[in-house]
T-cell receptor, first 115, second 113 residues
Framework: DAGVIQSPRHEVTEMGQEVTLRCKPI?????LFWYRQTMMRGLELLIY????????DSGMPEDRFSAKMPNASFSTLKIQPSEPRDSAVYFC?????????????FGPGTRLTVT | AQSVAQPEDQVNVAEGNPLTVKCTYS??????LFWYVQYPNRGLQFLLK??????LVKGSYGFEAEFNKSQTSFHLKKPSALVSDSALYFC???????????FGKGTMLLVSP
């Protein structure tokens, strides 16, 4: 299994530009999570999907952030317009919710730098 | 609400010595507890979890964790540390009735040769 795949691994962009981060979950997993990691705030859950449906987006910081999951094998996190304070590592994770308790499997992350 | 605390930002231990990374939690129902490890420039990797049953849980790379309900703790342990264990360790909790994990802020483990 290839694990969770994220692209790009690194993104450098200028303030005001649109940024799109991509994630391919592990095949057969039915839940997908987007996290943001910074030194100041640690690991924050932004949004999670179950069976491609957004369940909880209360962690999305602003309307500039949006996420989609058009099918079971692909998700995007978009920031428009981007700001320097969005600089962080963004992780995607997936899991199989078949039993009561499950672990999440993380991708390698996308390091975003907004100048 | 569910929460987890890792009281130490950093733990230093010499190679060959036992190590402990502390974690305490707060939940309303029954806790499901997890440990993850993050190496530099990598994503989080699952180490072990406690669901129910035996309070001592064994996981990957020789790590284990002890669930203590009375102290609401789930400390990560290893009998003999390796330099390669140096990494950032995260504790996470999920309460019954919740669908997501809450992660602690992480503890940096540094194992010196």
């Amino acid at each position: 299994d290839a694990g969770v795949i994220q692209s790009p691994r690194h993104e450098v962009t200028e303030m005001g530009q649109e940024v799109t981060l991509r994630c391919k979950p592990i095949s057969g997993h039915n839940s997908l999570f987007w996290y943001r990691q910074t030194m100041m705030r640690g690991l924050e859950l932004l949004i999670y999907f179950n069976n491609n449906v957004p369940i909880d987006d209360s962690g999305m910081p602003e309307d500039r952030f949006s996420a989609k999951m058009p099918n079971a094998s692909f998700s995007t996190l978009k920031i428009q317009p981007s700001e320097p304070r969005d600089s962080a590592v963004y992780f995607c994770a997936s899991s199989l919710v078949r039993r009561a308790v499950y672990e999440q499997y993380f991708g390698p992350g996308t390091r975003l730098t907004v100048t | 609400a569910q929460s987890v605390a890792q009281p130490e930002d950093q733990v230093n231990v010499a190679e060959g010595n036992p190590l402990t990374v502390k974690c305490t939690y707060s939940v309303s129902g029954n806790p499901y507890l997890f440990w993850y490890v993050q190496y530099p420039n990598r994503g989080l990797q699952f180490l072990l979890k406690y669901i129910t049953g035996d309070n001592l849980v064994k996981g990957s790379y020789g790590f284990e964790a002890e669930f203590n309900k009375s102290q609401t703790s789930f400390h990560l342990k290893k009998p003999s540390a390796l330099v390669s264990d140096s990494a950032l360790y995260f504790c996470a909790v999920r309460d019954t009735g919740y669908s997501t994990l809450t992660f602690g802020k992480g503890t940096m483990l540094l194992v010196s040769p």
